[in-house]
């Protein structure tokens, strides 16, 4: 089941399947329908994703669902997995995990798919899909190399090395560590953050940042940059902000 509570511009995503969140077909499509949702919410401009309880994250698909080696239903998981990521991924709201437990598989590529991802110390990491004979299919084996390097992303798929809080923080797969319990207001505090930001150039450097990850050419990306900054000049928020700026006061967002 996934869970949605909206407090003012900040949603709330809670991943609740117990008793390890797993994934299901349905509850991938409506993730994807959800995030189609908050993405038509303008008033929504950042959102939280967690699992219920205290052990786990998510720990991705539930094996039972590949037992039988049903090609069809393989073939259906892997595009609701896909479809479920990517909208993800290319969501307009800033998306943080608040990775409060075990993130394995799927559960760990739902994460890679956040804009930024804050664990708990005890956390483990891992995508061990191989070691029973698949392959991740949620986008992991792209974004995984994206954000920690090739080298560290072999290591995990190709010999399904487990890899903890510390050594997360420290290839780059998460950006902050927090005690047990943490995860959550550490997020909340985060997502505040980006309501103080203008929604317009939020939406459009978020834009932008995903242009190298897609492999566009340098300088059709340069060249974008410069576009979308004198498109900012047709919205209010550009004036907005300067002026609030020199008048020392906080700036009045109007959302994008």
Not at 2 to 8: A, L, R
Not at 30 to 44: A, D, K, M
Not at 202 to 216: E, M, N
Request: charged share 20%; proline share 4%; glycine share 10%.
């Amino acid at each position: 089941m996934i869970e949605c509570s909206i407090d003012g511009s900040v949603a709330l995503v809670t991943l609740n399947n117990p008793s390890a969140n797993t994934f299901t077909a349905e509850g991938l499509e409506r993730f994807q329908t959800l995030i189609g949702e908050l993405n038509r919410n303008l008033e929504v401009r950042a959102a939280v994703v967690t699992g219920h309880g205290e052990k786990f994250f998510s720990a991705g698909a539930d094996l039972k669902e590949f037992a039988d080696g049903d090609k069809a239903h393989a073939r259906l998981m892997a595009r609701r997995f896909g479809a479920a990521f990517e909208a993800l991924q290319d969501s307009r709201p800033v998306f943080i995990a608040a990775i409060n437990g075990y993130a394995m598989g799927g559960g760990l590529e739902c994460a890679l798919a956040c804009d930024m991802r804050i664990c708990e110390e005890q956390v483990q990491m891992a995508l061990p899909e191989a070691s029973v004979g698949l392959l991740p299919c949620g986008c992991g084996t792209q974004t995984l190399p994206w954000l920690v390097g090739e080298g560290w992303a072999k290591r995990m798929i190709l010999t399904n090395e487990r890899v903890n809080a510390e050594t997360a923080l420290r290839i780059g797969l998460v950006e902050q560590v927090v005690p047990r319990g943490q995860s959550l207001g550490a997020a909340l505090e985060l997502a505040k953050r980006v309501l103080t930001l203008s929604p317009s150039a939020v939406t459009f450097s978020k834009t932008l940042i995903h242009q190298a990850r897609q492999g566009t050419p340098r300088g059709a990306a340069l060249a974008m940059e410069r576009e979308r900054f004198v498109d900012l000049f047709d919205g209010g928020n550009q004036r907005e902000g300067v002026n609030a700026f020199l008048e020392k006061r906080k700036p009045v967002w109007r959302n994008a």
